[in-house]
């Protein structure tokens, strides 16, 4: 890749995915799966942009959204709504609404009370709302803390007791139909024995509600595979899909898959430029022209970003590498053997097609950077980089 060629074309930072990369990836996961039916539904939360989606509807692709926001980009790319679904613990009424306009594939419930509410809002509107329940397994899925999201303490699902009350309950309402079961236990997996651990739970209760005359159709695994950010041992995908087909004995179901990092993680890089060298009395900082607000994963979860400059010749030492915000969190990484470079050299963070530009926000009136995409050997503009006229935009409406 010519970095030099597309900095003079494009400027720094920008992100640039790889859009091959994502396809082959999607084809890998599918075809490990073909014993079975199966569908899945991308995580946009990882990464919403509107070309991805694209390339991922012509893949047959379907969607797990997580706000009506989501759907609305499903939508928009041209997304059957029978390929969409929406997660999430705090879905408002509005949403529940809108989302039972769009006749979507299925609303995954996290609660009792919101079944009841999306029940009533089912009822006003006179549709019937088919529903999956996330079930908690509670089993530990031995990642960080903050994206852990399968035992009891955490705040996702319900407990298997409870949703089998509620299933219970549903069947029996003339404004609610289940049709699936979902469950999702945490996210940057790199054992799969949990994620089968939770299948077999969960597939147990599918058996135990079959025989009660309620037959769910889709069989929600989630997302949650981890990725290699620092040389760890990927999980194999065909012992990942062995576990679970091997839960499903007698049981008639589409595997649901809701892969987000997996997918995009690796396709992704965060180009920017080296904005000077700095050396305090005890460390020597490189600072650059991205920051935290364009990819906040090490200051949030502490997590590790390869780091390269391809073109930086100079001698290489320890360094911290931090972007120019007013905050001491804003750090892409600490501690690393990087060479002595020069201003301008161009620095790669990889790894960062996931949850990068999803999280980043505009803190310190910093326009969001743009967003490159490369396909079949041909670099676009995903995302225009924007403008500070588009950060002020909506306030400037307000003054008198
Ligand atoms: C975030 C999320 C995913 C995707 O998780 P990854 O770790 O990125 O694969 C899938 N399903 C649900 C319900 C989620 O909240």
Redesign the pocket.
């Known amino acids: 890749m010519d970095y030099l060629k597309l900095k003079e074309e494009f400027k720094t930072p920008f992100y640039l995915y790889d859009f091959d990369l994502i396809k082959s990836r999607f084809l890998e996961l599918k075809d490990v799966f073909k014993a079975r039916k199966s569908q899945i539904f991308y995580?946009m939360?990882?990464n919403s942009n509107l070309s991805l989606l694209q390339m991922l509807v012509r893949l047959d692709s379907g969607f797990?959204c997580?706000s009506i926001g989501e759907v609305r980009r499903a939508l928009r790319v041209g997304a059957k709504p029978y390929k969409i679904i929406f997660?999430g613990v705090g879905k408002s009424e509005d949403e529940l609404e809108q989302a039972l306009k769009f006749d979507i594939l299925y609303i995954n419930l996290e609660s009792e009370e919101e079944m009841l509410l999306l029940e009533s809002v089912a009822k006003k509107l006179k549709l019937k709302a088919r529903i999956s329940i996330r079930v908690n397994p509670n089993v530990d899925a031995k990642t960080h803390p903050y994206i852990s999201t399968g035992l009891n303490e955490n705040k996702f699902g319900v407990e298997i007791d409870l949703a089998r009350k509620m299933y219970l309950y549903a069947a029996k309402s003339a404004f609610l139909e289940p049709v699936g079961v979902h469950f999702?236990i945490g996210?940057?997996l790199l054992d799969v024995a949990p994620i089968h651990e939770a299948a077999f739970i969960v597939a147990k209760l599918l058996r135990e509600l079959k025989a009660l005359k309620i037959e769910l159709k889709f069989f929600d695994v989630?997302?949650?595979?981890g990725i290699s950010y620092e040389g760890e041992k990927e999980p194999c995908l065909y012992d990942y899909a062995q576990g679970i087909l091997a839960s499903l004995t007698g049981l008639d179901v589409t595997i649901g898959l809701?892969?987000?990092?997996?997918l995009v993680a690796k396709s992704g890089t965060l180009v920017c430029s080296v904005l000077y060298e700095k050396n305090t009395l005890k460390k020597r900082f490189m600072v650059v022209d991205a920051a935290m607000n364009d990819l906040i994963r090490p200051s949030l979860y502490n997590a590790y970003h390869e780091i390269v400059l391809p073109y930086a010749k100079g001698e290489p030492s320890l360094c911290d590498v931090v972007g120019g915000i007013c905050e001491s969190g804003d750090f892409f990484a600490k501690g690393r053997k990087l060479p002595k470079s020069e201003r301008g050299d161009i620095v790669l963070i990889k790894e960062a097609g996931?949850y990068g530009f999803t999280m980043s926000s505009n803190y310190n009136t910093r326009p969001r950077i743009c967003e490159l995409a490369i396909e079949n050997s041909v670099v676009k503009m995903v995302r225009k980089r924007e403008k500070f006229e588009d950060l002020i935009a909506l306030e400037e409406e307000c003054l008198d």
Do not use: T
């Open positions: 995580a939360k990882a797990d997580v997660s999702h996210s940057q989630g997302g949650g595979l809701e892969p987000g990092r997996f996931a």
